[in-house]
């Protein structure tokens, strides 16, 4: 739990905003061990040096530029057609435009988005200040570079960078902060799970691996074995033998160790066989060959290799397009609904439900899409909507008579006033008519 500052493992920032690493040679790295370590190969990917892995590069980068086409909306209940339309007058339209052009003098809205998702995953918690007017109204929505929460006074120690200077300290209520929180909590609930604490054993175990092949690879090969000796060393007397005995094996297990630790080949005593104790070339090559690290990270961050991984199209054209679907529905839908209800629950008051809301739109996704757009506004005047609702979700404007709202029908009941408007669906004990007989004729 992050408490003024600190956060839940019990480590300061040194800068705000900028993680720490762990020098994987560093001397706190090393133990006790005589003759060499292990540890010092393991490479522990914290924070932005998880950037080197291409594939948790592209994850991130997805995620956050997804998010940040979207559009956020302030809206208002449409009193004469009972739905949410965007609200951009007087103070509610500087509300939208923080919300969609520039939150504060130092970013744009889709940077702040952005930079959201990106704490989310690598710090566990992203916080927003609402700096208010006088009467409570927002002014600014700055992105904080450091804080922490207190949960016996309810309030946040916050610092964040403004045109007024950086590293500017506040003290704010809960309710001036929008909190968001990675999808892995504390127990406690408080506070967020950095993404890559989680997966921070998984990340360990693939970076060493390939820190431990490239360093057997520069050899060559080259393969360790022990050679042995097929006399083993006797020992006179009874008593002194047993201690005597103790001592030489003590002092050839730590022979031993050093020799394993540091050298290629191993020379011990009393032994009669020779066994390979390290990895051919060709096991060097499956091992970097792997390709189980790619699809983990995907797992973990939730986007599908087919579109994670620039290239790997499959065999189907269509494939692509289903792993987007995929991505969108699985993946940023949820997050889309976590940022709604932050903003809904720190920006308007419960009073405002039902009648106001905070809204993402998701349109942004389907720009470029141009034939999947043409279905969805086939599909809306099918709905109902009318052209000229169409045309202003494109920014275009107003056509004559294009308010009209049409219902597509494809059954009727027989005998309908539709069928007959249209030549058929008669009533059976309705007689034809003369003039009906004479035109069939012609």
């Given at each position: 739990m992050e408490l003024f500052g600190m956060n839940f493992f019990g480590k300061r920032e040194a800068t705000p905003g900028v993680p720490q690493t762990t020098n994987p040679n560093a001397a706190s790295n090393k133990s006790d061990v005589k003759g060499g370590n292990w540890e010092a190969n393991v490479v522990r990917p914290h924070g932005r040096s998880s950037l080197?892995?291409?594939?948790w590069t592209r994850c991130v980068t997805l995620i956050m530029q997804t998010m940040g086409q979207m559009v956020t909306q302030y809206q208002r209940i449409n009193a004469e057609g009972g739905n949410f339309i965007e609200d951009r007058y007087g103070k509610n339209g500087y509300l939208n435009y923080l919300l969609q052009v520039r939150p504060n003098p130092l970013m744009t809205a889709s940077q702040l988005q952005e930079q959201i998702e990106y704490r989310k995953i690598y710090y566990g918690n992203a916080y927003v200040y609402i700096e208010r007017e006088r009467?409570?109204?927002p002014r600014h929505l700055w992105l904080c570079t450091g804080g922490g929460y207190n949960p016996l006074s309810n309030k946040y120690n916050l610092v964040y960078n403004s045109d007024r200077g950086p590293r500017v300290k506040v003290e704010a209520?809960?309710?001036?902060?929008?909190?968001?929180?990675?999808v892995f909590m504390t127990e406690d609930m408080y506070m967020g799970i950095p993404t890559i604490d989680y997966a921070f054993k998984a990340l360990t175990i693939a970076a060493t691996g390939d820190e431990q092949a490239l360093q057997d690879v520069a050899k060559?090969?080259?393969m360790k074995i022990i050679i042995g000796e097929e006399q083993q060393p006797t020992f006179q007397g009874t008593v002194a033998m047993g201690l005597f005995d103790k001592k030489e094996m003590d002092k050839y297990a730590m022979e031993l160790e050093e020799k394993l630790a540091g050298n290629d080949v191993v020379a011990m005593r009393g032994l009669n066989d020779l066994k390979i104790i390290s990895q051919t070339a060709q096991q060097l090559q499956l091992l970097e060959q792997r390709g189980y690290s790619?699809?983990?990270?995907?797992?973990l961050m939730g986007v599908p290799k087919i579109i994670?991984?620039?290239g790997d199209g499959g065999g189907n054209y269509r494939m692509p397009e289903h792993a987007t679907q995929e991505f969108l529905l699985r993946t940023i839908q949820p997050r889309i609904r976590e940022h709604e209800d932050e903003l809904n629950s720190k920006l308007l008051s419960p009073s405002d439900f039902g009648k106001r809301r905070i809204h993402v739109c998701e349109l942004a996704l389907k720009r470029l899409d141009a034939k999947g757009q043409a279905e969805i506004d086939k599909l809306h005047l099918d709905a109902g909507w009318s052209v000229n609702e169409i045309r202003s979700s494109y920014d275009l404007p107003s056509i004559p008579n294009g308010d009209a709202h049409y219902v597509s029908t494809n059954l009727a009941e027989v005998g309908s006033e539709k069928l007959r408007s249209n030549g058929g669906g008669r009533p059976s004990g309705e007689?034809?008519?003369e003039e009906d007989v004479t035109e069939n004729e012609n």
């Open positions: 080197l892995i291409p594939t009467d409570g109204y209520d809960a309710a001036d902060v929008l909190h968001f929180k990675n060559g090969g080259k790619d699809e983990a990270l995907c797992r994670a991984i620039v007689p034809k008519k």
